[in-house]
């Protein structure tokens, strides 16, 4: 059973940066694929960035160079690092974690955390 505990979430200005964190327990980290969702209320929940247990990462066409994901294997943690932070990535934010998941979709996500919110104001 892995635990996942995000932390870094808040309230910004557009244009501006956030960092949030994900930090894992209970699992042999190195083995999942780490994910960050996110999900605005009444919308599906969609990718923002991947990451391999080979450190590759995938970003969506949405967060792609604004955004950039790390993992640490030694620490148990991911990074996203979001820049130029927009009024529409408003949303919960949540970390995912997939047993050598090799393709990025939430069903094959089987831990998640408990999200935290990121909110950009205009």
């Known amino acids: 059973q892995v635990q996942l505990v995000e932390s870094g979430g808040g309230l910004v200005q557009a244009g501006d940066s956030l960092r949030l964190s994900c930090t894992a327990s209970g699992g042999t980290f190195s083995d999942y694929t780490m994910a960050w969702y996110r999900q605005a209320p009444g919308k599906e929940r969609e990718l923002v960035a991947g990451i391999s247990s080979g450190d590759t990462p995938y970003y969506p066409d949405s967060t792609k160079g604004r955004f950039a994901i790390s993992r640490d294997n030694s620490k148990n943690t991911v990074v996203l690092q979001m820049n130029s932070l927009r009024p529409e990535d408003t949303a919960v934010y949540y970390c995912?974690?997939?047993?050598?998941?090799?393709?990025?979709?939430?069903?094959?996500?089987?831990?998640w955390g408990r999200g935290t919110q990121v909110t950009v104001s205009s």
């Open positions: 995912a974690a997939g047993y050598q998941a090799r393709v990025l979709t939430p069903s094959r996500f089987e831990y």
